[in-house]
């Protein structure tokens, strides 16, 4: 068993896709590329069940009560002790706490993942960058940015890493960072001067699409290999792009060789029941906000195609499930039958995600081990999340490759 160490965890959308052992739509899967050891029979007709990996999540750590309450309920679940494995708060905090001497983060970790704070890099924000306007506690800041501020807590991460020195180490951010001058080249510099030092395999953007996600979801992804654990014989491939640390697409919108079609939105819905007639609390609960005429959220999914981007900071504004014709929508026939004009379901974005429907994301404290998560925290921590089944395509690449790089 490998041992993961995950920072700004979220609700853990890449820690189950590292340990896998969840259900996704058959739809999604990929038998000619992947002949054996990713899947098995699902107990639910049209569902495939992907294996356990070799990985297991051995810390996580996030700031956010929902992220905190997300995460415990679910994993709960998976037979981990959550108590010990989350920890709640600043990875500033913790880094802190270890450099004064005391026993934060496990020894002998073989993976180290985060997805970084994005706000300040994506082209729906302000685009501060590396100058932050929030600290490390997500406060406004009025002094000039420090390494405490949130566009530069990739740092923080970094010196985990040099704590931990775990074999590999994958940070992900958003798809804009890349265009914001010269922060990725950056980052990988810093990235590549860790103790004994990484070489860091160029970023690339992975589109979720592209490993049977149904969303046109983008993000950069960063991926390090330790210099003192690496195969010195594989290096040379490593540089050279004929050894690809990362996962090859499945899926396209033009299928070449072995890949298949996207998976659409009409694919994953599939088998839900409308809100006023589910039994889940994730599908019974969709955000009221009203139609605009402008704005983000005001349009309808497209069924036949890719899911939008989940988006975390929506304030309501999600995109609607279906629309009227006086609103241009494409399934107002659907409103003839007696269905609603409404927005899409907390569950509808989670399978648009590729969650399983066994991660409930609405719940109260009765209904779970104290913890409680409202609809719109739902929303948040899974639009926040790294795509559980793109996340398993990270993992299981890296395993089939983990005997060669690191013998």
Not at 47 to 56: M, R
Not at 141 to 159: A, D, F, I, S
Not at 192 to 202: E, F, L, M
């Amino acid at each position: 068993m490998k041992k993961v160490l995950s920072l700004f965890s979220g609700c853990g959308g890449m820690d189950l896709g590292f340990e896998g052992g969840f259900d996704i739509p058959t739809s999604s899967t990929n038998p000619a590329m992947h002949p054996s050891g990713w899947y098995s029979d699902s107990v639910r007709e049209g569902w495939t069940y992907l294996l356990p990996t070799s990985f297991k999540t051995v810390f996580a750590n996030d700031i956010l009560d929902y992220a905190e309450s997300a995460w415990k309920n679910y994993f709960n679940t998976r037979d981990v002790d959550v108590e010990s494995t989350f920890h709640k708060g600043s990875i500033v905090d913790l880094v802190k706490l270890s450099r004064n001497g005391q026993y934060v983060f496990p020894a002998n970790i073989d993976v180290v993942t985060g997805g970084f704070p994005c706000q300040d890099f994506s082209v729906a924000g302000n685009r501060g960058g590396f100058s932050s306007h929030k600290n490390h506690q997500n406060k406004y800041v009025e002094n000039n940015p420090t390494e405490e501020t949130r566009g530069k807590l990739y740092l923080w991460m970094r010196e985990v890493i040099e704590i931990t020195q775990p074999k590999v180490f994958i940070a992900e951010n958003v798809k804009g960072l890349i265009s914001l001058g010269s922060a990725k080249e950056i980052i990988e510099n810093d990235f590549r001067n860790i103790g004994d030092g990484y070489v860091v395999v160029p970023a690339r953007i992975l589109m979720a699409g592209n490993y049977g996600v149904a969303q046109r979801r983008e993000r950069v992804i960063f991926i390090g290999l330790s210099k003192k654990a690496l195969n010195p014989s594989v290096l040379p491939n490593i540089l050279e792009g004929t050894l690809d640390i990362y996962p090859p697409s499945t899926h396209a919108e033009v299928p070449v060789g072995m890949q298949k079609p996207f998976v659409t939105v009409k694919d994953v819905f599939t088998g839900l029941d409308e809100p006023e007639f589910s039994s889940d609390k994730s599908q019974q609960t969709y955000s009221k906000a009203k139609h605009l005429k402008k704005g983000q959220g005001q349009t309808e999914v497209n069924l036949n195609g890719l899911g939008p981007t989940i988006r975390s900071e929506h304030h309501g504004n999600i995109e609607f499930r279906r629309l009227s014709q006086e609103n241009k929508g494409r399934w107002h026939s659907e409103l003839l039958s007696g269905k609603l004009q409404r927005r899409l379901t907390v569950r509808e974005c989670a399978r648009i995600q590729s969650f399983p429907d066994d991660y409930p994301f609405v719940f109260t404290s009765k209904e779970s081990s104290g913890y409680k998560l409202s609809g719109s925290g739902g929303y948040k921590v899974i639009g926040n999340a790294v795509p559980p089944l793109m996340a398993y395509n990270i993992a299981k690449h890296l395993e089939s490759l983990w005997d060669t790089l690191f013998s």
